[in-house]
């Protein structure tokens, strides 16, 4: 089996920075994208940031400058910096990764992780 954790969520003022963490562990052959997506209240669950294994990134519009994607391969962790936090930026954030299993046939499924709250103040 396959999981992602989470850490890094809290609560900051409008401006303010926050970093997330999410760590896959278990029978892992190996990881392809690695991103984050989020869900405000009312709201449908939106991509924020992907990273492919080789470094390719992909950011959602609302947060290009602001927000940077990261990983280690060889943690198998991806990261998300996010700066100059908005109220707007407030949502649950879910960790994502495709992953190869290393037990059982071929083929890849999507992960999630538990979800991060971040909540900004204005």
């Known amino acids: 089996q396959v999981q992602l954790v989470e850490s890094g969520g809290g609560l900051v003022q409008a401006g303010g920075s926050l970093r997330l963490s999410c760590v896959a562990s278990g029978s892992i052959f190996s990881i392809n994208v690695m991103g984050w997506y989020r869900q405000a209240p009312g709201k449908q669950r939106e991509l924020v940031a992907l990273?492919?294994?080789?470094?390719?990134?992909n950011y959602a519009d609302s947060v290009k400058g602001r927000f940077t994607i990261s990983r280690d391969n060889a943690k198998k962790t991806v990261y998300l910096q996010m700066n100059n936090l908005k109220p707007e930026d407030t949502a649950v954030y879910y960790c994502?990764?495709?992953?190869?299993?290393?037990?059982?046939?071929?083929?890849?499924?999507?992960?999630w992780g538990q979800g991060t709250q971040v909540t900004v103040s204005s």
């Open positions: 994502n990764a495709n992953i190869r299993e290393s037990i059982g046939s071929g083929g890849s499924h999507d992960y």
């Open positions: 990273m492919s294994s080789r470094g390719i990134t």
